[in-house]
């Protein structure tokens, strides 16, 4: 056991926590999501950082800080700066800088389930017809792929392969998205005529109007621009709609969930079952498709039109709900 918590400094354990996180090949995106969450806790604590000791870490300081931290933010953030913290709380167990996880029994908030609606189908011609170069051999990768922002501007001309991308993902996880053919066909006419000639294979493939790698930011505030330009409106404009839209789409025509999953990079099903939340238009048809009420009425009037056909018979019939219609 090492030295007690009490004379562990926090800023040494938690530069051990982000060392071992680079190590272990996570994402900057994730070690970045642990420091953010890290500092705003350690900013409720001694105000003097160098000060600050291991011991400090427990669970009556989470839940005083957690109840500060969330006035005025989403509950979506809370729960991502709550969960980061569990990390820590874990992996100084782990690593046995504590005999016992102080923050195994903070609850991180209740997130609210909120739709994304998916760009409509005039919506994304809207889109296409009127992206510039190269927003416009973006947006297909993204519509056609589902792959995230990050990934589509990490591509390299050499990932363009005969009917598919090589993709990396979190992690350095690398996967093979397949393409339709009019990206196909888009991606070739993009390398030979609209793209500057690539000297090395490893050259970014997305390329802005300066030459330079186009980032996910540049892509964000293009795509705002674009769709204020075109008139779309009612739906969050962002890279990440475009990945919910193919989800959706995918499922629409036929695609299975496994595939769904396998294509957009998921380990599991659950947040491929949140990408692919059906619409309100969706729900409306399958109820309109499948109402017990409806199919009641059309399966007892062709049981009434049955029984009128045949002869009449001296028996009085009370009158039916198929005959004088529904009593509601």
């Known amino acids: 056991m090492r030295e007690p918590a009490a004379r562990r400094r926090l800023d040494d354990v938690v530069a051990a926590f982000v060392a071992d996180a680079r190590a272990r090949n996570l994402s900057p995106a994730t070690i970045s999501s642990y420091l953010e969450a890290l500092d705003a806790f350690r900013g409720s604590l001694e105000p003097r950082p160098a000060r600050q000791t291991l011991a400090e870490l427990s669970l009556e300081a989470a839940r005083a800080w957690v109840a500060e931290y969330a006035g005025g933010r989403k509950p979506a953030t809370v729960a991502n700066r709550v969960r980061s913290l569990r990390v820590f709380g874990r992996w100084c ?28 189908d005039t919506q994304v011609l809207a889109l296409l017809g009127a992206a510039p170069v190269p927003l416009a051999i ?16 990490g591509l390299r001309v050499a990932d363009v392969r005969d009917g598919y991308l090589r993709v990396r993902g979190k992690g350095g996880h690398e996967r ?61 404009v962002s890279p990440h709609t475009c990945r919910h839209t193919f989800a959706i789409g995918f499922l629409r025509n036929g695609g299975s969930v496994l595939a769904l999953q396998r294509i957009l990079g998921h380990r599991d099903l659950a947040m491929v079952r949140r990408y692919a939340e059906l619409t309100d238009a969706d729900v409306v048809a399958a109820h309109g498709a499948a109402s017990p009420l409806d199919r009641l009425a059309e399966r007892g009037s062709a049981a009434h039109g049955q029984a009128a056909s045949r002869p009449a018979t001296r028996r009085r019939r009370s009158p039916t709900m198929w005959s004088s219609g529904l009593p509601f």
């Open 93 to 120: 167990v782990d690593e046995g800088y504590l005999r016992s996880d102080p923050l195994a029994r903070l609850r991180r908030p209740l997130v609210p389930r909120v739709v994304i609606e998916p760009f409509s």
């Open 138 to 153: 973006t947006l297909r990768i993204l519509f056609d792929t589902g792959v995230r922002i990050s990934e589509a501007t």
């Open 176 to 236: 093979l998205v397949p393409v339709g053919r009019l990206l196909a066909a888009a991606l070739r006419r993009y390398l030979e005529r609209e793209r500057p000639r690539a000297e090395r294979p490893d050259e970014p493939l997305l390329l802005g109007r300066d030459g330079r790698p186009l980032t996910a930011r540049a892509v964000y505030q293009a795509m705002r621009r674009l769709a204020r330009a075109v008139g779309v409106a009612g739906v969050r």
